[in-house]
T-cell receptor, first 113, second 109 residues
């Protein structure tokens, strides 16, 4: 099925470890986003990309890095995980011609111990 | 950036009841959306409604852009309506949606 795929779905990290979350979309969308969701706080934008090779900071970018080397992929990296990064991470994509057509992935539940 | 506030934060209904969820935003917008997050965490777009009124089955939404608020109506609620409802508006500076903190709805049989 067409859509946004996130891997992995679950992960437990120890403080200080690094990892990369992968987001892949097959809808040829130009825009891609990474959000984190914490209890009672809704979704907050971490980083976003408006096209291949471009990235920009969102509301809560500290501690994260991103890359978009290919149009269909958007990677979110944690270089040195901290317990404050325990959260559910959502990737989304949208098209220039259909800006309200956000498609979300199913989320990655990350626990940092 | 733009601020989005939702109320109430929590709502418990009996099956068959009606409800109204509110979203206030701090600046003029040309892109407002309502999402439903089901109990399994999946986010589904319900409405794109920068102004006016739209209806989809038992759900309808109204946005009064000049007064900076939007309402989501759920009629004859069902247990499958349970979950969290988010309002989101486009932050044109970041070209990304800014979300409210959500209304958690629980519909009891």
């Amino acid at each position: 099925n067409a859509g946004v795929t996130q891997t992995p779905k679950f992960r437990v990290l120890k403080t200080g470890q690094s990892m990369t979350l992968l987001c892949a979309q097959d809808m040829n969308h130009e825009y891609m986003y990474w959000y984190r969701q914490d209890p009672g706080m809704g979704l907050r934008l971490i980083h976003y990309s408006v096209g291949e090779g471009t990235t920009a900071k969102g509301e809560v970018p500290d501690g994260y890095n991103v890359s978009r080397l290919k149009k269909q992929n958007f990677l979110l990296g944690l270089e040195s995980a901290a317990p404050s990064q325990t959260s559910v991470y959502f990737c989304a994509s949208s098209s220039i011609t259909d800006r309200y057509g956000y498609t979300f992935g199913s989320g990655t539940r990350l626990t940092v111990v | 950036g733009i601020q989005v506030e939702q109320s109430p934060p929590d709502l418990i209904l009996q099956e068959g009841a009606n409800s109204t969820l509110r979203c206030n935003f701090s600046d003029s917008v040309n892109n407002l959306q309502w999402f439903h997050q089901n109990p399994w965490g999946q986010l589904i777009n319900l409405f794109y409604i920068p102004s006016g009124t739209k209806q989809n089955g038992r759900l309808s939404a109204t946005t009064v852009a000049t007064e900076r608020y939007s309402l989501l109506y759920i009629s004859s609620s069902q247990t499958t309506d349970s979950g969290v409802y988010f309002c989101a508006v486009l932050d044109t500076g970041r070209r990304a949606l800014t979300f409210g903190s959500g209304t958690r709805l629980q519909v009891q049989p």
